[in-house]
Nanobody
Framework: QVQLVESGGGSVQAGGSLRLSCAAS????????MGWFRQAPGKEREGVAA???????KYADSVKGRFTISKDNAKNTLYLEMNSLNPEDTASYYC???????????????????WGQGTQVTVSA
C-alpha cells in the first residue's frame, strides 16, 4: 500500500525558510515522478514543484528561485526547501506520487495517483 507522509510544516515570519519532507513507502519510489502541491483556504490546489525519476524538475512561476525540490532515493524521501517565504505561501502543502513517467514531472494534480495528508505552512507578515 502506497503511503506518503509529509512533515516539516510550521509558522515562520516573512523572509524565513522551511524544509518540508515527504516519506514514501509501498512502491518503487525511485521509478516515479513526485510533486508538491499547496492549497490555501478558498483556493484551488496548485502545483508548486515536481521532479521526475531522473531528477529533472519543474516549478510554478510563483516559487521559481525560492523553492527547491529534491529527493533522496536511498531514504525514499522527497524534500521541498522553501526560502524567502511570504504570506502568499501560506497553505496546506501536499506531496504526491505520479506512477507515470513524465519528463520533469507534472504540476497538474490530475496526473497524480497518491497523496499525503498535508502539512500546514503559515507565513506571517
Amino acid at each position: 500500500q502506497v503511503q506518503l507522509v509529509e512533515s516539516g510544516g510550521g509558522s515562520v515570519q516573512a523572509g524565513g525558510s522551511l524544509r518540508l519532507s515527504c516519506a514514501a513507502s509501498g512502491y518503487t519510489y525511485s521509478s516515479y515522478c513526485m510533486g508538491w502541491f499547496r492549497q490555501a483556504p478558498g483556493k484551488e490546489r496548485e502545483g508548486v514543484a515536481a521532479i521526475d525519476s531522473d531528477g529533472e524538475t519543474k516549478y510554478a512561476d510563483s516559487v521559481k528561485g525560492r523553492f527547491t525540490i529534491s529527493k533522496d532515493n536511498a531514504k525514499n524521501t522527497l524534500y521541498l526547501e522553501m526560502n524567502s517565504l511570504n504570506p502568499e505561501d501560506t497553505a496546506s502543502y501536499y506531496c504526491a506520487a505520479d506512477l507515470t513517467y513524465r519528463y520533469g514531472g507534472s504540476l497538474s494534480s490530475i496526473h497524480y495517483d497518491y497523496w499525503g495528508q498535508g502539512t500546514q505552512v503559515t507565513v506571517s507578515a
